[in-house]
């Protein structure tokens, strides 16, 4: 403790897992958008990874209550989030946003794993056929009808949940942007900052996951894919590095009587963690690297391998990000004239052994779920199509219809 | 039948986005005030004490404050406030000025110990002091609260006579509260895990006594009153002499009242 | 579409307002009711007086008069109950010197009109004897200037005060009155 504190400034209040929670959030924000680009903006080369983000975002988002609900001082009084919310409080606003969230969720996923469910439910015996059967929700066959809801209701979901999933890291970013008391967190730039940072995540989470997950498994990575999203990481990279340049180039300049504790903040108390993770390892090696490789003509596999350590120092920047607005904020002392300091315990509620594990639940979440409908082995759809073959004739509107053909508009040859 | 019920799924979908939409448009509407808890009929009044007819506000006259500490340690025994850890609904802070320009700060266990044990600060040893004074600090129950406008289920609340207090069976614990309030002024309670400040010492002042940290001043720098009686000693203070609050311009309208505040004391 | 939206959005409303909230228990109606019914553990003055009417009346008729009984005796409700129903109460005072220097030892914080002493070298201790304030100073009626209580017994009494090294020495004319008690020609007003 430097300076003087507020004596009930002593202890900081937000701790690791509040860290966790927007981070957690951000990666589900980040993987539902890539799954929206291609079923919402048809980019095709982004095929490889649509499921498989989907059941990335569904895993985190399981899991993101979890350090919240740990963190309050009463958790078996957090069920009055839903039933008596304050309306003035951004953070009332969790609850619903985040059940509604879930919901999206799962119903997009149902709807596009439903062929897997259905085939595995014929084909599957025993305990797993159990569970295929109970979640076909007893619609056991697909009709043409059925499939062509499937799709609409995709890109509907699809479409719904990018303005839904802004929403779910937006209202994070404005909980922190709407604190006056706290110069380093109020700002209204604060949701854009949050939800792009949290897109930047999603992406580089989805990269490593992939690469990670295909290798596992001893299967082939697709490079286009890779070199698309690394495309798309350094278009969402630059745009939230520009976000946050101007919102800290704004403070420096205009320079209020807050500037001078926030600055000593970003100098004296973190600069590690803002200078050297989250801006140079986090942004702007990944910056230089995505952006050569997107310059230059691709070389799959070197390509993809330092695409794949692009995405890795993002994650961690974007982690020190988090750092760095929760824990540093709060190191600010609202006297303006001091800073406390906060070193996570390890154990306890609230310490790095309890966040490692809830680090690790999303993943073992994922792993489960992939045994049941892994979304690299889809029997119900051959390769480049959205829907199976039809077994019937083939109705006039779909063969006119292209995009459900698969011989769609390829958004690289553009 | 899948027809049903995938309208089903369609409506349900659209209806509970929409139900979003004027939930959050809903909250987003601000007053300028902290709404004061409903004057329900018979609810409100208590042995004869009607809120609704009173507007409490204090004064603290900090060139009268000698930093003798008792009202932090009256605060305590009258609240039962945990001694250990640092929790504080009052302090008081020493503001020394040094010829070159700078100020310290302190404030050695919120003043409890009064600051004999401490004559001067660690930082300014060896220095000229210029000018030196104590300021005590308390919630200010401001009129336009921002911990009330972030507490996520409404469990902490403005009453009808200005006191903001906190409903400790609807307190999550989730702190937001104490983020938000610009004075330093919440806690959370060690035991209860609940968050917890300073109440004007609302059982006393409903049964027409006064704070706990206003008796034990030995030299009148605390002052506390109705605003609605113009002959009380905050109402003529209020109306005859030049006042400020704290940290004015986040519209929090404190109800804590300062003479000869020195621009210093954020 | 709209109307339906806005009927659930309504009905989320409605269903999340406080009028659900009575329903369930949780109002704040019994809140404030609360906070009001909490005890009063600081009595001052008042209910001193019922048992202690001298020192009481005393001390809010001396410079001390802004000084609460509670501030130097501690919270005085739990003491009250049990001298109430007969018990024996005793209410333990913290050492008087460190009482009397939180708010008496000079700092340059404190107004200048505000009465202080440098704790080191006032009442300093005289021949192996630590003055406690209340050697001269009655807390209860501590006047101003000081009216030094003076009921003492004998000629080592008065030169913890009187000796040559002490705070007032007596003058160069007691020389030669090593031996003598002192009460023998000064006879101090007795102050309670």
Same mark, same amino acid.
């Given at each position: 403790?430097?300076?003087?504190v507020?004596?009930?400034?002593?202890?900081?209040?937000?701790?690791?897992?509040?860290?966790?929670?927007?981070?957690?959030?951000g990666?589900?924000?980040?993987?539902?958008?890539?799954?929206?680009?291609y079923?919402?903006?048809?980019?095709?080369?982004?095929?490889?990874?649509?499921?498989?983000?989907?059941?990335?975002?569904?895993?985190f988002?399981l899991?993101?209550?979890?350090?919240l609900?740990a963190?309050?001082?009463?958790?078996?009084?957090?069920?009055?989030?839903?039933?008596?919310?304050?309306?003035?409080?951004?953070?009332?606003?969790f609850?619903?946003i985040?059940?509604?969230?879930?919901?999206?969720?799962?119903?997009?996923?149902?709807?596009?794993?439903?062929?897997?469910i259905?085939h595995?439910?014929?084909?599957?015996?025993?305990?797993?056929?159990?569970?295929y059967?109970?979640?076909?929700?007893?619609m056991?066959?697909?009709?043409?009808e059925?499939?062509?809801?499937?799709?609409?209701m995709?890109?509907?979901?699809?479409?719904?949940?990018?303005?839904?999933?802004?929403?779910?890291?937006?209202?994070?970013?404005?909980?922190?942007?709407?604190?006056?008391?706290?110069?380093?967190?109020?700002?209204?730039l604060?949701?854009?900052?949050?939800?792009?940072?949290?897109?930047?995540?999603g992406?580089?989470?989805?990269?490593?996951?992939?690469?990670?997950?295909?290798?596992?498994?001893?299967?082939?990575?697709?490079?286009?894919?890779?070199?698309?999203?690394?495309?798309?990481?350094?278009?969402?990279?630059?745009?939230?590095?520009?976000?946050?340049?101007?919102?800290?180039?704004?403070m420096?300049?205009?320079?209020?009587?807050?500037?001078?504790?926030?600055s000593?903040?970003?100098?004296?108390?973190?600069?590690?963690?803002?200078?050297?993770?989250?801006?140079?390892?986090?942004s702007?090696?990944p910056?230089?690297?995505?952006?050569?490789?997107?310059?230059q003509?691709?070389?799959?596999?070197?390509?993809?391998?330092?695409?794949?350590?692009?995405?890795?120092?993002?994650i961690?920047?974007?982690?020190?990000?988090?750092?760095?607005?929760?824990?540093?904020?709060?190191?600010?002392?609202?006297?303006m004239?001091?800073?406390?300091?906060?070193?996570?315990?390890?154990?306890?509620?609230?310490?790095?052994?309890?966040?490692?594990?809830?680090?690790?639940?999303?993943?073992?979440?994922?792993?489960?779920?992939?045994s049941f409908?892994?979304?690299?082995?889809?029997?119900?759809?051959?390769?480049?199509?959205?829907?199976?073959?039809?077994?019937?004739?083939?109705?006039a509107?779909?063969?006119?219809?292209s995009?459900?053909?698969?011989s769609?508009w390829?958004?690289?040859?553009? | 039948?899948?027809?049903?019920?995938r309208?089903?799924?369609k409506?349900?979908?659209?209806?509970?986005?929409?139900?979003?939409?004027?939930?959050?448009?809903?909250g987003?509407?601000?007053?300028?005030?902290t709404?004061?808890a409903?004057d329900?009929?018979?609810?409100?009044?208590?042995?004869?004490?009607?809120?609704?007819?009173?507007?409490?506000?204090?004064?603290i006259?900090?060139?009268?404050?000698i930093?003798?500490?008792?009202?932090?340690?009256?605060?305590?025994?009258?609240?039962?406030?945990?001694?250990?850890?640092?929790?504080?609904?009052?302090?008081?802070?020493?503001?020394?000025?040094?010829? @070159?320009? =700078?100020? #310290? /700060?302190?404030?050695?266990?919120?003043?409890? $110990?009064?600051?004999?044990?401490? +004559?001067?600060?660690?930082?300014?040893?060896?220095?000229?002091?210029?000018?030196?004074?104590?300021?005590?600090?308390?919630?200010n129950?401001?009129?336009?609260?921002?911990?009330?406008?972030?507490?996520?289920?409404a469990?902490?609340?403005?009453?009808?006579?200005?006191?903001?207090?906190?409903?400790?069976?609807?307190?999550?614990?989730?702190?937001?509260?104490?983020?938000?309030?610009?004075?330093?002024?919440?806690?959370?309670l060690?035991?209860?895990?609940?968050a917890?400040?300073?109440?004007?010492?609302?059982?006393r002042?409903?049964?027409?006594?006064?704070?706990?940290?206003?008796?034990?001043?030995?030299?009148?720098?605390?002052?506390f009153?109705?605003?609605? @009686?113009? =002959?009380? #000693? /905050?109402?003529?203070?209020?109306?005859?002499? $030049?006042?400020?609050?704290?940290? +004015?311009?986040?519209?929090?309208k404190?109800q804590?009242?300062?003479?000869e505040?020195?621009?210093?004391?954020? | 579409?709209?109307?339906?939206?806005?009927?659930?959005?309504?009905?989320?409303?409605t269903v999340?307002?406080?009028?659900s909230?009575?329903v369930?228990?949780?109002?704040?109606?019994?809140n404030p009711?609360?906070?009001?019914?909490?005890?009063?553990?600081?009595?001052?003055?008042?209910?001193?007086?019922?048992?202690?009417?001298?020192?009481?009346?005393?001390?809010?008729a001396?410079?001390?008069?802004?000084?609460?009984?509670?501030?130097?005796?501690?919270?005085?409700?739990?003491?009250?109950?049990l001298?109430r129903?007969?018990?024996?109460?005793?209410?333990?005072?913290?050492?008087?010197?460190?009482?009397?220097?939180?708010?008496?030892?000079?700092l340059?914080?404190?107004?200048?009109?505000?009465?202080?002493?440098?704790?080191?070298?006032?009442?300093?201790p005289?021949?192996?004897?630590?003055?406690?304030?209340?050697?001269?100073?009655?807390?209860?009626?501590?006047?101003f200037?000081p009216?030094?209580?003076?009921?003492?017994?004998?000629?080592s009494?008065?030169?913890?005060?009187?000796?040559p090294?002490?705070?007032q020495?007596v003058?160069?004319?007691?020389?030669d009155?090593?031996?003598?008690?002192?009460?023998?020609?000064?006879?101090?007003?007795?102050?309670s």
């Amino acid at each position: 403790m430097n300076g003087y504190v507020f004596p009930n400034e002593v202890e900081i209040q937000w701790s690791l897992l509040i860290v966790l929670y927007p981070f957690i959030t951000g990666l589900v924000a980040g993987a539902f958008v890539v799954s929206s680009l291609y079923h919402v903006f048809n980019i095709k080369s982004l095929k490889p990874v649509a499921s498989f983000s989907l059941l990335m975002a569904l895993s985190f988002m399981l899991v993101a209550p979890l350090p919240l609900l740990a963190h309050l001082g009463r958790p078996e009084r957090g069920i009055l989030i839903f039933l008596t919310p304050n309306f003035t409080s951004a953070m009332a606003g969790f609850g619903y946003i985040w059940m509604f969230y879930l919901i999206l969720l799962l119903a997009e996923t149902w709807l596009v794993f439903r062929p897997d469910i259905t085939h595995y439910a014929r084909t599957t015996g025993g305990f797993k056929g159990f569970v295929y059967r109970a979640l076909t929700l007893g619609m056991t066959e697909m009709s043409e009808e059925d499939h062509h809801f499937r799709e609409k209701m995709i890109k509907v979901l699809a479409a719904v949940g990018i303005p839904a999933a802004a929403l779910l890291h937006g209202y994070v970013g404005f909980l922190f942007g709407a604190i006056k008391a706290n110069p380093w967190w109020s700002t209204p730039l604060m949701p854009v900052i949050f939800l792009l940072s949290a897109i930047v995540s999603g992406i580089a989470l989805l990269i490593v996951m992939y690469v990670v997950v295909m290798k596992l498994l001893g299967r082939p990575i697709d490079h286009a894919c890779i070199s698309a999203l690394g495309k798309f990481l350094l278009a969402f990279l630059v745009i939230d590095l520009t976000v946050e340049g101007l919102e800290i180039l704004s403070m420096a300049y205009e320079s209020e009587e807050s500037w001078e504790v926030v600055s000593k903040l970003i100098v004296e108390r973190i600069p590690v963690t803002y200078f050297g993770v989250q801006l140079l390892l986090g942004s702007l090696i990944p910056l230089v690297v995505l952006g050569a490789l997107a310059a230059q003509a691709r070389r799959e596999g070197a390509a993809s391998l330092l695409i794949f350590a692009a995405a890795m120092l993002v994650i961690i920047g974007v982690f020190a990000m988090r750092w760095n607005v929760v824990i540093g904020g709060q190191m600010i002392s609202k006297s303006m004239r001091g800073f406390t300091s906060y070193t996570p315990p390890l154990g306890g509620r609230e310490g790095v052994l309890a966040a490692s594990v809830l680090m690790m639940l999303p993943f073992y979440i994922f792993s489960v779920i992939v045994s049941f409908v892994p979304p690299w082995e889809r029997p119900a759809i051959d390769e480049g199509e959205l829907s199976p073959e039809p077994t019937e004739a083939v109705p006039a509107w779909e063969a006119a219809d292209s995009r459900v053909r698969g011989s769609a508009w390829d958004w690289e040859r553009q | 039948m899948p027809l049903s019920r995938r309208r089903f799924v369609k409506l349900g979908a659209h209806a509970a986005f929409g139900g979003l939409l004027v939930y959050t448009l809903r909250g987003v509407v601000m007053p300028q005030s902290t709404p004061r808890a409903a004057d329900a009929e018979g609810n409100s009044a208590y042995d004869g004490y009607r809120p609704e007819d009173h507007d409490w506000a204090f004064v603290i006259d900090t060139m009268k404050c000698i930093g003798c500490g008792r009202c932090a340690r009256a605060c305590k025994q009258e609240n039962n406030v945990p001694w250990e850890p640092q929790c504080n609904r009052t302090w008081v802070e020493r503001y020394s000025f040094t010829g @070159d320009g =700078e100020v #310290t /700060v302190d404030s050695p266990a919120g003043g409890i $110990n009064g600051f004999a044990d401490e +004559p001067l600060p660690e930082e300014v040893r060896g220095k000229k002091i210029t000018k030196s004074f104590f300021v005590p600090k308390l919630c200010n129950q401001c009129d336009n609260s921002p911990c009330v406008q972030v507490c996520p289920v409404a469990a902490t609340y403005k009453t009808a006579d200005g006191i903001v207090l906190i409903n400790r069976g609807k307190c999550i614990g989730c702190r937001y509260c104490i983020q938000a309030c610009p004075y330093g002024m919440r806690y959370l309670l060690p035991d209860e895990r609940v968050a917890d400040k300073c109440t004007w010492c609302y059982h006393r002042i409903t049964r027409g006594r006064l704070p706990a940290c206003v008796e034990a001043c030995p030299v009148g720098a605390r002052k506390f009153g109705d605003l609605r @009686d113009p =002959e009380s #000693t /905050v109402s003529k203070i209020l109306a005859e002499r $030049n006042v400020s609050v704290l940290k +004015p311009e986040m519209g929090t309208k404190p109800q804590a009242y300062y003479l000869e505040l020195d621009g210093a004391v954020i | 579409m709209v109307a339906l939206l806005a009927g659930v959005g309504l009905f989320m409303r409605t269903v999340t307002a406080s009028v659900s909230v009575e329903v369930i228990g949780l109002t704040h109606e019994d809140n404030p009711r609360w906070w009001a019914e909490r005890p009063v553990n600081n009595q001052s003055s008042g209910a001193c007086a019922e048992c202690h009417e001298a020192t009481t009346k005393a001390t809010t008729a001396s410079a001390h008069a802004g000084v609460n009984c509670d501030s130097c005796h501690g919270a005085a409700r739990e003491h009250i109950d049990l001298a109430r129903s007969g018990q024996k109460a005793p209410l333990p005072l913290a050492d008087a010197r460190d009482l009397c220097i939180t708010c008496h030892a000079g700092l340059d914080s404190r107004p200048a009109d505000f009465p202080q002493v440098d704790p080191v070298t006032h009442g300093a201790p005289a021949a192996g004897v630590t003055a406690s304030c209340t050697s001269c100073h009655n807390p209860h009626d501590p006047g101003f200037p000081p009216v030094i209580k003076h009921t003492l017994e004998g000629r080592s009494d008065c030169l913890a005060c009187h000796g040559p090294d002490q705070w007032q020495p007596v003058p160069p004319s007691h020389a030669d009155r090593t031996g003598d008690s002192c009460l023998r020609c000064h006879n101090p007003r007795k102050v309670s």
